[in-house]
C-alpha cells in the first residue's frame, strides 16, 4: 500500500519534471503545444544512446539529455514556433501534432520501434526495506532529483532577476517590453529550459513511462490533465496535479486495472468544465 | 461592386451566393459515374466517401461554428457500435441501422455538448480529447457488449432496404456508401445556407456581435454540435457496414486527428474540404503508407506542419494561392 | 413613461466599483447622453443594460419590465439594441448578409434550417431599405473586413437599427471614424427615428449638446448629476471634473 504511494509519487514527479514546461508554454505563453512530449523522448532517446551505446556512465548523461533537449528545443522555438504565438489554437494544434508525428517517425526511422531501456549501474537497481514499505532506488533517486529541481526553479522564479522578468513579460508583453525586457528572448530561454526539463524528465523516466517513439502521443494526454488541472498560476498548482496524477495512476493500474484511464479522463473533464483556471488556481478568473 | 438599390437584385445577389456551381454539379456526375468506371477501386473509393461523410461533420462544427475538436472519433465510434448492436439484436436492414446510429450519436452529441460548449479553445479541445478518451476506455472496458480489444464481429447485413444487395458486393456496396454521402451532402448544404447555417457563421466571426442581435449563441451551437454527431454516428455506421469488424481504432485518437487532417487539408467552411482532403488523404496514404509506415507518419506530420505555417481556411488551395501570389508579385497580408 | 430605469445598480471587480448605486432613468423617447471623464464607468454601465455583465447588486427595467436577470440575446428580444465603441461587426459577411440575417434573427427565424438564407422577399427588401438609409447602398456585396473604417462604423449602426429596438445604446458612435467621414455619421445618428429612445454615451461635447435633449454625468461609477444640456453646461461641478481631467492630460 504504502509502496504504491511510494511509486505514485516518484511517477507524479517525474511527470511534473516534464510537464512544467508546458505549464508555463501553455498556462503563461498560451500556446498550445501539443508537442511537448516530443522534447522528452529526445532526451531519453539522447541518454539511451550514451549510456547504452557509447558507455557514458548514467549520472553524466542526465545533464547532457538536458542540453540537448534545450538546444532543440530553443532552435525549434526560434526557427518555427515563433511563427505561431499569434496564431489561433487550432494552427497551433495542427503544427505541433505535425511535429510529434515527424519525431516519432524520426525516433522509430534510426532508433527502432521497440521499447528502450537505459542501462543502470547496479547500485541503482533493486529494493531496499524501509520500515516495511519497498523502496526502489532508482525511484528514491528520481524524487531525489526532482525534488531538487522543484526547489531551483522555485528559487529561480521568486529570488532571481530572471524569474522577475519571466513574471513580467507574461503578466503584460507590452509593459515589459516598454521596461527595457526583451520579452522574446525570456520566452525563448524559457521554452528551452521547459524543453531541456523534459529531456531530463524524458531520460529520467526512461524506465518507468516507458520509451518508445509512440510515447509523447501517449503521455500527451497526461501532461495537458497536469496543467489543466493544475492550472498555471503557480508551480505548486501542477506539481500538485502531477503527484495527484501519478499516485492516482499507480494506484488505478493495480487496485482497478479495468477502470484507471476511465476514472483519470472523467475527472479531467469535470474538473475542465467547473474549473476552466485549474483545481489550484489561485483567485478567479479576469 | 455595383450598387443595389431594389430588393430584387438584393435577392438575386443572395440566391447566387446558394446556388449550385455547375463545377459542383460536374463533381457529382463524376462521383456517380465512378460507381461504374472504375470498379478496381471501390474499396478505395468507398473508404473515401466514409471519411468524406466524416469530415464533413466536423466541417459542420469547425468550418461553420468555429468549435474545435480533437475527439470527434467519439461520434464515429459510438454510431458504428451501435449500428453493429442494432444490427446483431434487432435488424440487419442497413438503412435502419443509419438512422438509429444517428439518433444514437446525436443524442450523445446533445448531452456532451453541454461539457464541450463551456470554455475556451483551449478547453474544448481538451474536453473534446477527454470525451473520446473515456469513450474508448469505456468500448474496452464493456468487453462483453462490445468484444472489447478483439472488436465486435458477426454483424448482420442485409440487403439495402431489402432490395440491394451489399455484402461482399463492393459496386453495390459503393454505391450505397455513395447515395447516402449524397444525400447527407445535400442536406449539410441546405442547412449551411439557411438562416439557422449563417447565425452559426456570425457566432463564428463575431459571437459578442451576434449575442447583442439577439441570437442565443449556445443553443445554436448545441444544435450544430448534434447535427455533426448524428452525421458523424452514420459514418461510423457506415463504416462497420461494410467492414467486417467494428473495432476500438473506430473511436481512438489517431482517427480524430486524421479527420482533422483531411478537413484541414481540403479547406474548411466549404463543404467540399472535407471530400477533398479525404481523397488526397486515403490516395496518398496509400501510395507512399504502403512502401514504409513510417515514411507516412512523417510526410503526414511535414504536411500538418506546413499546411499550419502557409495555410488558411482553404487548405491545400491556399497554398496554391500564396504561390500564385509570390510568382505574381502580389503579396497578401 | 421610462423605457429604461436602473434601480440602485452595483457592479464590483474585487475592491473595484466601476458602476455603484447608479438610479438612472431614461424618458421614452428621449436623446438622452450619458458623459463622463475616462474611466467613470460608461462602458461598464452599457454592458450591465445589454447583460454583457452581471450587476452584483440592484435591478434594471425595461420598459417597466424586470430584466435584470435576463441573457443578452433576451434583452435583444425585449427591444434594447446596442452599438460598440470599437466596431463589431461581421467581417467574412457581406453587409446586405449581416442585415437581412440581423433582421431576420429580430423575427426569430433564425432556427429555420431547410430554407433558403435570403429567400423571405419581405425581409430583404427591409435590408435594402436600411442600407439605403445608412449610405451602404453601393457596398452591400462586398465583405465587410475589406471596407474602409467608416463604412464599417455605418453597418454598426445598422446592424442595431434592424432589431428595431425601443431603446438603443450608442456607444461613442463617432469613435475612430476619420475625420471626413464624420458628419456622415452623425446624420445618421440625428436621422435616427424619432420613436426610438436613444441613450448616447460619448466624450466629444460637441456630439452630445447637438444632439441630447438629457444629459447624465457619470463619475467614478456614480451619477454626479443629471438635467438639460444648458443647465449641464453651466454646472460648476461639471466644468471642474472636465477641467480637472484635461489638467491632469
Not at chain 1, 508583453?173 to 522574446?184: E, S
Request: charged residues 15%; proline residues 4%; glycine residues 10%.
Amino acid at each position: 500500500m504504502l509502496t504504491i504511494l511510494f511509486d505514485g509519487i516518484a511517477y507524479g514527479m517525474l511527470l511534473f519534471v516534464i510537464s512544467c514546461g508546458l505549464a508555463v508554454t501553455l498556462g503563461l505563453m498560451n500556446f498550445v503545444n501539443l508537442a511537448h512530449g516530443a522534447f522528452a523522448i529526445l532526451g531519453g532517446y539522447c541518454a539511451y544512446a550514451l549510456v547504452n551505446l557509447y558507455g557514458v556512465p548514467f549520472f553524466a548523461s542526465l545533464p547532457v539529455a538536458f542540453l540537448f533537449a534545450a538546444m532543440i528545443g530553443l532552435l525549434a522555438e526560434r526557427t518555427l514556433y515563433v511563427h505561431f504565438y499569434n496564431r489561433s489554437h487550432l494552427e497551433q494544434v495542427l503544427f505541433t501534432i505535425g511535429l510529434v508525428f515527424m519525431v516519432s517517425a524520426l525516433v522509430d526511422y534510426f532508433m527502432g520501434s521497440q521499447q528502450r531501456f537505459i542501462n543502470l549501474p547496479p547500485y541503482l537497481q533493486g529494493r531496499f526495506d524501509f520500515f516495511g514499505i519497498g523502496i526502489g532506488k532508482y525511484r528514491l533517486l528520481i524524487i531525489f532529483i526532482c525534488a531538487l529541481i522543484l526547489l531551483v526553479l522555485q528559487l529561480i522564479l521568486g529570488h532571481t532577476r530572471f524569474g522577475s522578468r519571466l513574471r513580467a513579460a507574461v503578466d503584460d508583453q507590452r509593459v515589459a517590453r516598454g521596461l527595457g525586457i526583451n520579452v522574446n528572448w525570456v520566452f525563448a530561454l524559457t521554452f528551452a529550459v521547459g524543453c531541456g526539463l523534459a529531456g531530463l524528465g524524458g531520460a529520467l523516466g526512461a524506465e518507468i513511462l516507458s520509451l518508445e517513439p509512440h510515447f509523447p502521443l501517449k503521455f500527451m494526454i497526461y501532461f495537458l490533465i497536469v496543467v489543466s488541472v493544475g492550472g498555471t498560476s503557480s508551480i505548486t498548482g501542477p506539481f500538485l496535479a502531477s503527484i495527484l496524477l501519478g499516485i492516482g495512476d499507480v494506484a488505478g493500474k493495480y487496485y482497478a486495472p479495468r477502470y484507471g484511464g476511465f476514472v483519470i479522463y472523467t475527472i479531467m473533464i469535470v474538473v475542465l468544465v467547473l474549473r476552466p483556471q485549474g483545481l489550484f488556481a489561485r483567485g478567479q478568473s479576469k | 461592386m455595383h450598387t443595389i438599390s431594389t430588393p430584387q437584385e438584393a435577392t438575386q445577389a443572395l440566391a447566387k451566393r446558394r446556388a449550385w456551381h455547375w463545377l459542383e454539379v460536374v463533381f457529382w456526375l463524376a462521383a456517380a459515374a465512378s460507381v461504374f468506371l472504375l470498379p478496381s477501386q471501390h474499396s478505395l473509393l468507398t473508404q473515401i466517401a466514409i471519411w468524406s461523410l466524416f469530415a464533413i461533420s466536423l466541417d459542420l462544427i469547425l468550418g461553420y461554428a468555429g468549435i474545435v475538436s480533437l475527439g470527434h472519433a467519439a461520434y464515429f465510434g459510438f454510431g458504428a457500435y451501435v449500428a453493429a448492436l442494432f444490427a446483431i439484436n434487432y435488424t440487419g436492414e442497413p438503412v435502419t441501422g443509419l438512422a438509429v446510429a444517428a439518433v444514437a450519436s446525436g443524442l450523445l452529441g446533445l448531452v456532451t455538448s453541454l461539457l464541450v460548449l463551456r470554455g475556451s479553445d483551449l478547453t474544448r479541445l481538451m474536453v473534446t480529447l477527454g470525451i473520446a478518451l473515456v469513450m474508448y476506455e469505456l468500448a474496452n472496458q464493456m468487453s462483453w457488449l462490445t468484444g472489447g480489444a478483439d472488436g465486435l464481429t458477426g454483424m448482420p447485413v442485409d440487403p439495402v432496404l431489402g432490395v440491394l444487395p451489399i455484402s461482399f458486393r463492393p459496386l453495390n456496396a459503393y454505391g450505397y456508401v455513395l447515395a447516402v454521402l449524397f444525400v447527407l451532402f445535400v442536406v449539410a448544404r441546405r442547412i449551411v445556407h439557411s438562416p439557422f447555417g449563417m447565425s452559426l457563421r456570425a457566432i463564428k466571426g463575431n459571437p459578442l456581435r451576434a449575442s447583442q442581435i439577439g441570437v442565443p449563441n449556445n443553443l445554436r451551437l448545441i444544435a450544430v454540435y448534434s447535427i455533426a454527431a448524428a452525421y458523424a454516428g452514420i459514418a461510423g455506421a457506415l463504416l462497420a457496414q461494410t467492414t467486417p469488424v467494428v473495432s476500438l481504432t473506430y473511436i481512438d485518437f489517431q482517427r480524430s486527428a486524421d479527420v482533422l487532417l483531411m478537413l484541414i487539408i481540403g479547406g474548411t467552411g466549404y463543404l467540399y474540404g472535407g471530400i477533398i482532403g479525404s481523397a488526397l488523404f486515403l490516395i496518398a496514404q496509400k501510395f507512399i503508407g504502403n512502401v514504409t509506415p513510417q515514411y507516412w507518419e512523417f510526410w503526414i506530420g511535414f504536411a500538418l506542419v506546413v499546411i499550419a505555417l502557409f495555410a488558411r481556411d482553404r487548405g491545400v488551395f491556399s497554398i496554391f494561392e500564396r504561390l500564385r501570389n509570390i510568382v505574381g508579385g502580389k503579396t497578401k497580408p | 413613461m421610462n423605457a429604461l430605469e436602473t434601480i440602485h445598480l452595483e457592479k464590483r471587480f474585487g475592491g473595484i466599483v466601476p458602476t455603484s448605486d447608479v438610479n438612472l432613468v431614461v424618458r421614452e423617447g428621449a436623446r438622452h447622453a450619458l458623459i463622463g471623464p475616462n474611466g467613470a464607468g460608461k462602458t461598464t454601465l452599457i454592458n450591465l443594460l445589454t447583460g454583457v455583465l452581471k450587476p452584483s447588486k440592484g435591478r434594471i427595467k425595461l420598459g417597466g419590465e424586470d430584466i435584470t436577470v435576463l441573457k443578452p440575446h433576451q434583452r435583444v428580444a425585449r427591444g434594447i439594441s446596442r452599438t460598440f465603441q470599437i466596431n463589431q461587426v461581421f467581417g467574412e459577411l457581406s453587409p446586405l448578409e449581416s442585415i437581412v440575417f440581423a433582421i431576420g434573427e429580430r423575427e426569430h427565424l433564425g432556427t429555420r434550417f431547410w430554407r433558403g438564407f435570403g429567400s423571405d422577399d419581405a425581409i430583404v427588401a427591409e435590408a435594402v431599405a436600411i442600407a439605403k438609409q445608412f449610405g451602404l447602398s453601393d457596398v452591400l456585396t462586398a465583405q465587410t473586413a475589406s471596407l474602409p473604417y467608416g463604412k464599417q462604423r455605418q453597418l454598426e449602426i445598422a446592424l442595431a437599427i434592424a432589431g428595431k429596438p425601443r431603446v438603443l445604446l450608442l456607444d461613442e458612435p463617432a469613435a475612430g471614424v476619420p475625420e471626413a467621414e464624420r458628419h456622415e455619421i452623425l446624420e445618421i445618428v440625428a436621422a435616427l427615428p424619432q420613436d426610438v429612445t436613444v441613450l448616447l454615451i460619448e466624450h466629444d461635447m460637441d456630439i452630445v449638446f447637438g444632439f441630447a435633449d438629457r444629459i447624465s454625468v457619470l463619475v467614478e461609477g456614480k451619477l454626479f448629476v443629471e438635467g438639460e444640456p444648458k443647465e449641464i453646461e453651466n454646472d460648476p461641478r461639471v466644468r471642474a471634473v472636465y477641467l480637472g481631467e484635461r489638467a491632469d492630460g
